[in-house]
């Protein structure tokens, strides 16, 4: 299944992207560089980007699932909401990579994901720290 198009397929992705104003676009060939993705019965990997401005996300083909292995779920909601972190950034702070991240933008998004969306430490894989939290904080309440 690769598809360019913008989903309307209610994958979970989809249904969580839409929750936040967002939809998903299903691509191996992402604007943030190609990747690839693995999807099997014993390893699950998915990647995701977003540009400053969109109004969709763009995920790996493989992040397209629907079923109800609670550890690939955790991973699609974690990788989802890095991704709605970056949107949400973008729309508080006029980019998703801000001055008030020091060159951290994705680390900036795990912990925006982590404090304001309830994700676990790494949703993005990059990790954050506590100065990370604090630059989260200030964007959110608009200082950024």
């Known amino acids: 299944m690769r598809s ?23 691509t191996n060939n992402q604007a943030c ?24 996300i763009q995920l790996t083909t493989s992040a397209g ?16 909401l890095h991704e709605v972190a970056h949107a949400t950034i973008y729309r508080k702070a006029g980019s998703a990579q801000p001055a008030i991240a020091g060159g951290r933008s994705e680390n900036l998004a795990d912990a925006y994901a982590w404090k304001y969306f309830g994700t676990s430490r790494s949703a ?3 990790g954050y720290t506590a100065s990370d939290v604090s630059r989260a904080t200030a964007v959110h309440a608009g200082r950024a």
């Open 124 to 126: 993005g894989g990059y």
């Open 33 to 56: 560089g190609t990747k690839s993705a693995v999807n099997t019965a014993t390893q699950f990997s998915a990647s995701g980007c977003y540009v400053d401005g969109w109004s969709k």
């Open 65 to 80: 699932y629907s079923g109800t292995a609670a550890w690939k779920r955790d991973a699609v909601r974690d990788l989802v």
């Open 4 to 26: 360019t198009a913008l989903s309307s397929r209610g994958h979970y992705a989809d249904t969580l992207a839409a929750k936040h104003g967002l939809r998903v676009q299903y």
